[in-house]
């Protein structure tokens, strides 16, 4: 990056570090740590709860997605503006009235403690787990600007943003949120704007929807059911619905959230702005990796974008064996780019004949450039088993840095390491919320002083952000993060659901029921994603329903026993 790209990411990181730290000065207790001493007005709440999904992890993973994907994946959020309307009819007055930290206390009240402790340990494991994947995203992005081991670089943003959530706590988070989606939403449309703005001259927006279309990508609608297709219509209004009701009504780094509102009626208009804005705004961050596609139909596209991975084949024995690959896909990148053209031309002409015989031959020259590159991946794997040969995580970051002018390269930089801050210290808030409240405070410390509590909630951050970051080293692993990311909640979420759904709906079922109900269920649902029944959305679906059922099966048979 450029001095000035430099310049830019420190000012607005600073400033917006600096503005949350000093609105969030001087916590005396618990309650203003965790949960901003519940002042937050509605736009603070709805911003703050979009920004703590909107993680780094979303804005340098979705556009690869779309970019190698298409659009489909927008079909995900479909639940969610229905998950929003039974959350606040049902679980906000619920854990209002009863002035919870956590939503796990509500359990104890309504079953007992072992339902309360295994439901709040349930979430610890996933939200630890994907807190970890957020502190790794930011540190691809340091890794590569300044071509150092990216464990440094997750080592470093895991310590930042350790420091900056134990000193400011909830109104430090929900404060630097609430500008950060400001900015954010801002470089979103610059970046949708530079992508259109660098095609040819004879490219429009509309053309490069055509070329995307015609090659798969703006597939945003399958109507088809399919139990093992991860995104399409039925999976995102049905397993959406439950995996978005459960992270919103259950997770403790959204409960956390608008928990921290004034009153019931904030908290649920704070929720839905977030049903009402979320769809558009991923739509429009796929739909920018949709257009980064288009432009490297008419630009040299790199064989793989991870240019760690490229540096390590460089200099291993196979150097030749790449160089060669490269030169071939290079010359199918330029048999593609006429096809393109081609295309291109038809579709100004309307010629159908001709626009049917462009999209066959661009598809024949797509799959060529497709196994070409298939072959480099075959190739680092050969040189190092451990390689990473994913690289949709690094596509929307290469172009940032290649092909965006100075200055906003560094804003587009810091929207991503602010949407990671904000992410990842949200995650932090919450895990050491969950611990004290449900586990120290509930089990060792009943009687300790609001000193005490506030002192432990900033040691329980420290502790589990060390957990984080060694979550972190070992992220590379698992592809594309966020659906990396999304595939962890569903193996907690239905479970985690089916315990709440049973404790608002299912009066005559005990805690004993539902505690070895969500035990097996969630036994089952290990075994169901290890066998790949299906995709991942329906375990949210299968998991929510086993609790439910298993838990009615079992308090029915005590029943009849006695």
Avoid at 170 to 175: E, F, M, Q
Wanted: glycine share 8%.
């Amino acid at each position: 990056m450029s001095t000035i790209d430099w310049l830019v990411l420190a000012v607005t990181l600073l400033s917006i570090i600096c503005y949350g730290l000093w609105k969030s000065r001087g916590a005396k207790n618990i309650e203003d740590f965790l949960l901003a001493d519940k002042q937050l007005p509605w736009y603070h709440i709805g911003l703050s709860v979009m920004a703590t999904q909107a993680s780094a992890i979303t804005f340098i993973s979705e556009p690869g997605l779309g970019y190698s994907d298409g659009m489909r994946f927008v079909q995900f959020y479909f639940g969610l503006p229905f998950a929003m309307i039974v959350i606040c009819i049902t679980f906000i007055p619920i854990f209002q009235r009863l002035k919870v930290f956590t939503a796990y206390e509500f359990l104890e009240k309504r079953f007992d403690c072992r339902t309360r402790l295994l439901t709040a340990f349930l979430f610890l494991v996933q939200r630890g787990l994907s807190t970890g994947l957020t502190i790794y995203a930011p540190s691809i992005i340091l890794s590569t600007i300044l071509h150092i081991d990216i464990s440094y670089t997750t080592i470093l943003m895991g310590t930042l943003v350790i420091l900056y959530t134990v000193y400011g706590g909830t109104k430090a988070v929900s404060y630097t949120q609430l500008f950060q989606m400001g900015i954010i939403f801002a470089g979103l449309f610059m970046a949708a704007f530079m992508v259109v703005h660098l095609l040819p001259s004879n490219i429009g927006f509309s053309d490069a929807l055509h070329i995307a279309g015609k090659m798969g990508k703006l597939n945003t609608i399958d109507t088809k059911f399919d139990l093992n297709n991860r995104y399409n219509i039925w999976s995102g209004i049905i397993g959406g619905f439950f995996l978005q009701l459960s992270y919103f009504g259950t997770d403790q780094s959204q409960v956390g959230r608008y928990l921290a509102g004034k009153s019931i009626t904030e908290s649920r208009l704070g929720l839905i702005l977030n049903g009402l804005i979320k769809i558009p705004m991923q739509f429009l961050i796929l739909l920018i990796g949709t257009l980064v596609f288009s432009f490297y139909q008419f630009h040299p596209a790199p064989v793989f974008f991870n240019k760690t991975e490229v540096d390590r084949i460089e200099n291993s024995p196979y150097k030749e064996d790449y160089h060669q690959l490269e030169t071939k896909y290079k010359e199918a990148n330029t048999l593609k780019k006429q096809r393109v053209n081609d295309l291109v031309e038809a579709l100004h002409t309307d010629d159908q004949q001709a626009l049917q015989s462009a999209r066959t031959q661009l598809q024949e020259a797509d799959q060529q450039a497709k196994t070409i590159r298939k072959e480099v991946t075959d190739l680092m794997t050969l040189n190092n088993p451990k390689a990473d040969t994913n690289d949709s995580n690094y596509i929307f970051l290469s172009f940032i840095t290649r092909y965006l002018p100075k200055g906003l390269i560094g804003l587009l930089i810091a929207i991503i390491f602010l949407a990671a801050m904000g992410s990842t210290a949200s995650g932090l808030n919450s895990l050491a919320s969950t611990t004290i409240i449900d586990f120290y405070k509930r089990i060792y410390k009943k009687d300790g002083s609001p000193a005490l509590y506030l002192s432990a909630s900033r040691w329980a951050t420290i502790g589990w952000g060390i957990f984080c970051i060694v979550v972190a080293l070992y992220a590379s692993r698992l592809g594309n993060l966020i659906e990396a990311v999304n595939i962890l909640g569903s193996l907690f979420y239905g479970t985690i659901l089916g315990i709440f759904l049973v404790a608002f709906y299912m009066k005559q079922v005990k805690g004993r029921a539902v505690f070895y109900a969500a035990l097996i269920a969630e036994v089952l649902i290990i075994l169901i994603w290890l066998a790949n029944l299906m995709a991942f959305l329906w375990l949210n679906v299968i998991g929510c329903l086993l609790v439910m059922v298993i838990a009615g099966l079992i308090q029915g048979s005590s029943r009849a026993t006695k």
